[in-house]
């Protein structure tokens, strides 16, 4: 379908001479339990005004049966993405009737039946431009107007969808439901939810206003909902935004539905937020586990007013939500919820994110050139939320918090309902802090990379930090030293506005000196020899977290960039992860130290080093307190690690058979089970019976996903042969099994059963582009890439395809950069 790939050009030259009044879709799901019917039935109302004889709509859809323009039947053209339509008049009515398809990939509307009880369960996800593969309309954000939603549904099922219900009829074993119609919204945020959802209900008030709030997920995973921690986080979101943006939550009530087989974290459908399973925690979950998804909730609620009340005008501009609501989303949560330390995580997990975005050959300003859906798909990136996050909260710092947030007041009070870009919205901020943020937006937002800063001896109680590349910063310099206790503490911190190059201050000698302390801006830092060394054998001694984990970044961007060697980080992570306190930086320092056994270490090196990092996390379980978050996580790095060294193939065997020991307190819940037999079957020490008497155990469809990528760990040729032609043919795999198949096939170590299909990679990956949607052949690009000592294969296929769609070529560009990386990790000595 050559014109599905929708350019800015031409959209933008749509919105010139077509203005959306309002739309009226009809959805018929009455057949959606039915595993042989593929379809549904959707017919579209648009009403519109038009300056031109001619435009289109856009849908993706097995056929258009009918179209009715201005009351007359008109020929059908439809070349299966677009609708041509002609003979506009300056006001028109067109009706489309048509057939589409039910997802399975996670785009559209998405059809997923639990194995539990063989309910069927739907939900829509559309971002950027999949609303088109549901209901006609103009996919693009710039044309808002208000939405009617009409349902047909099995009865007894829960209907949801942005507004709340204005009709219900039932007829028989059938329902329709008839929503109010939205105020204007862009196509991309709208949402329909059905199924027999399991659904809690509850409020927020303040002043006159009350919200009806809602949490819903699958019936079978109604045990494990903690609606009223979920209500908690709402409430406390709410009420922060009602206080700093000044503009009423316009959307009526407040529904959060937790969907199966997720491609996202979460999307901010106004009034119908859906987000991943995954925040519904079958079994233990630590205290980590519960901050992301407080803060998941709160980035969402944000985006109801940066996002869905001020919408921008093409995806240039998606840091205009984006960026805002991932800084809203670590601010309110340590401002307004019990996660205090959410700034910890951020400058760790998420900044950690956009420091590897920014350094690909592929990077982008925050302010992209996006020209066209495709390019936009792809930047949902670690630029556009956490640089920009970062970003953001170097802002605040550079114009003053009440400045900040006085231009986001005006900002949605001049443009509710309407579309803005990048100068909107600094026209607004220049205002409030009297700062002319040209300059400071040309510096931040319209240029990539990221900036380098390291201390230098400037003699005679001075100081030097050198930046490259140079841009403005605000950040404080801390002085650490050790106190009578023999804590590492901040004796002075000295504030710094950075310019140029190199930018002298007045410092004085201290055991740790920690630039970007309390990690106002986005930068990497580095430490100086001194400051090294002090936290080699004293970071535990670091009482700040913020602190801590700035320190931790540093190194792990320093064995990123090759100028630290992995087998030193190494060693700093089993000396001092398992006494850390802060639960985010556990969790990094856990995810991080097997990447880089298996990245950055030389391969005579890993075999070592997997059994070292394995004997660690082993000991950590039996020796952390019985029960802790420290206990499980260690727990999931002894999976982790036992995937690639099969010393303890017999104790975790034991374990789960329950003939050996089991660690005090360890909650060993299914997902932590399937974890640990993944393990077993990437070593050879599980076989496909074992993995059936498991999903007799855990039935569901996390089970059966589970199930299938421990099969395709198995470390045989004939089980990676079938992995690989599932891949690439079996196109019934919905994206969740694509995924674990995927995951299965590249497990363990073991490198030369996978090298192999190396050319058959690089034979297939155009052919995938072209016949699987972006989102599936995205998963299966950068999911199979050869990781093998050499750039040779990358290049050729680059040279050889220099004509390819720009995305995928993207795709092979950032892939084959990691891969540099890596190499140029294992040769530092």
């Known amino acids: 379908m050559p014109s599905a790939n929708l350019t800015r050009a031409e959209t933008a030259e749509r919105s010139r001479a077509v203005s959306v009044r309002s739309y009226h879709v009809d959805l018929d799901l009455r057949g959606a339990p039915d595993a042989g019917n593929p379809c549904f039935a959707t017919t579209t109302t648009v009403?519109?005004?038009?300056?031109?004889?001619?435009?289109?709509?856009?849908?993706?859809?097995p056929r258009v049966e009918s179209v009715a323009l201005n009351d007359a039947a008109v020929p059908v053209?439809?070349?299966?993405?677009?609708?041509?339509?002609?003979?506009l008049r300056a006001h028109n009515v067109v009706t489309v009737v048509a057939t589409a398809d039910y997802s399975r990939s996670g785009e559209g509307l998405?059809?997923?039946v639990d194995p539990a009880d063989g309910q069927t369960y739907l939900y829509t996800q559309y971002e950027p431009a999949d609303a088109r593969r549901v209901f006609a309309c103009f996919e693009q954000p710039d044309m808002k107007a208000p939405f009617t939603f009409v349902v047909s549904a099995p009865a007894g099922w829960q209907v949801l969808s942005n507004r709340h219900v204005a009709e219900r009829e039932s007829l028989g074993d059938a329902q329709t439901v008839k929503f109010a119609p939205t105020l204007p919204i862009s196509t991309y945020i709208t949402a329909v939810v059905a199924g027999p959802y399991h659904r809690a209900e509850s409020s927020w008030s303040r002043d006159e206003l009350t919200v009806p709030l809602a949490v819903s997920c699958r019936a079978s995973l109604a045990q494990y909902l903690d609606a009223d921690a979920v209500?908690?986080?709402t409430r406390q979101g709410m009420d922060f935004y009602a206080e700093h943006f000044g503009y009423p939550y316009p959307f009526g009530k407040y529904d959060q539905v937790f969907v199966p087989e997720y491609n996202l974290g979460a999307m901010e459908n106004p009034g119908c937020v859906t987000f991943t399973e995954a925040y519904v925690f079958r079994g233990a979950a630590t205290a980590a586990q519960y901050q992301a998804r407080?803060?998941?909730?709160?980035?969402?609620?944000?985006?109801?007013?940066?996002g869905d009340l001020v919408t921008m005008t093409w995806w240039d501009d998606l840091w205009l939500k984006e960026s805002f609501a991932d800084y809203m989303g670590a601010l309110v949560s340590a401002e307004a919820t019990e996660f205090t330390d959410a700034w910890v995580a951020f400058a760790n997990r998420r900044k950690a994110w956009a420091y590897l975005q920014d350094q690909l050959p592929t990077t982008h300003p925050i302010v992209a050139d996006i020209v066209d859906l495709e390019a936009a798909k792809l930047n949902f990136d670690g630029i556009t939320y956490a640089k920009g996050a970062s970003v953001l909260k170097q802002l605040v710092a550079f114009v003053g918090r009440d400045a900040f947030f006085e231009g986001a007041r005006r900002y949605f009070r001049r443009h509710a309902f309407g579309n803005t870009t990048l100068a909107d919205l600094l026209t607004e901020l220049s205002a409030t802090s009297g700062r002319d943020l040209s300059e400071w937006a040309r510096a931040w937002l319209q240029t990539s990379g990221v900036s380098t800063l390291t201390l230098e001896d400037a003699g005679e109680g001075w100081s030097a930090i050198v930046q490259r590349p140079a841009r403005p910063h605000r950040l404080a310099v801390g002085h650490y030293d050790f106190d009578e206790h023999g804590d590492l503490v901040c004796r002075r911190r000295v504030e710094v506005d950075l310019e140029a190059e190199r930018t002298v201050f007045e410092s004085a000698p201290a055991p740790l000196i920690l630039l970007d302390d309390a990690d106002l801006t986005y930068a990497k830092v580095r430490l100086d020899p001194r400051s090294l060394e002090t936290v080699e054998h004293s970071l535990d001694r670091v009482v700040d977290p913020l602190a801590r984990g700035s320190i931790w970044s540093a190194l792990w961007n320093a064995t990123r960039d090759g100028e630290l060697t992995a087998a030193r980080y190494l060693a700093a992570v089993r000396r001092f992860a398992v006494a850390e306190p802060n639960p985010a930086l556990l969790t990094a320092l856990l995810t991080n130290a097997p990447y880089a056994i298996e990245h950055y270490l030389p391969p005579a090196s890993r075999p070592g080093q997997r059994r070292r990092w394995l004997e660690a996390a082993w000991t950590a379980v039996f020796t952390t307190a019985p029960g802790s978050d420290e206990q499980l996580a260690w727990a999931r790095a002894v999976a982790v690690a036992a995937a690639v060294d099969d010393t303890r193939a017999a104790e975790v065997r034991a374990i789960l058979d329950g003939t050996g020991k089991t660690p005090d307190g360890l909650r060993l819940d299914p997902d932590l089970r399937w974890q640990l037999w993944t393990a077993l079957a990437a070593t050879g020490h599980a076989e496909s019976a074992d993995l059936d008497g498991e999903l007799a155990r855990d039935d569901t469809g996390s089970g059966r996903t589970a199930r299938l990528r421990a099969l395709a760990a198995r470390p045989l040729p004939a089980v990676k042969d079938q992995a690989w032609t599932a891949i690439f043919t079996d196109t019934a795999l919905s994206n969740e099994h694509l995924d674990a198949t995927i995951a299965g096939f590249r497990a363990g170590a073991h490198r030369e059963l996978i090298a192999p299909f190396d050319d058959d990679y690089f034979a297939a990956i155009r052919t995938v582009w072209s016949e699987r949607s972006i989102e599936m052949a995205r998963r299966i690009v950068v999911g199979l890439f050869p990781a093998g000592n050499t750039l040779e294969p990358s290049d050729r296929w680059l040279e050889a395809h220099a004509d390819a769609p720009a995305a995928l070529r993207r795709l092979v560009v950032e892939q084959r950069d990691h891969l540099a990386r890596d190499l140029r990790a294992q040769a530092l000595r």
Request: glycine letters at 8%; proline letters at 0%.
């Open 47 to 61: 009403e519109f005004t038009a300056t031109t004889d001619a435009t289109w709509l856009d849908f993706l859809g």
């Open 231 to 233: 209500f908690a986080v």
């Open 110 to 112: 998405h059809r997923y």
């Open 77 to 87: 053209r439809y070349d299966g993405a677009r609708i041509g339509l002609s003979g």
């Open 294 to 306: 407080a803060n998941t909730i709160l980035h969402e609620m944000a985006h109801m007013w940066f």
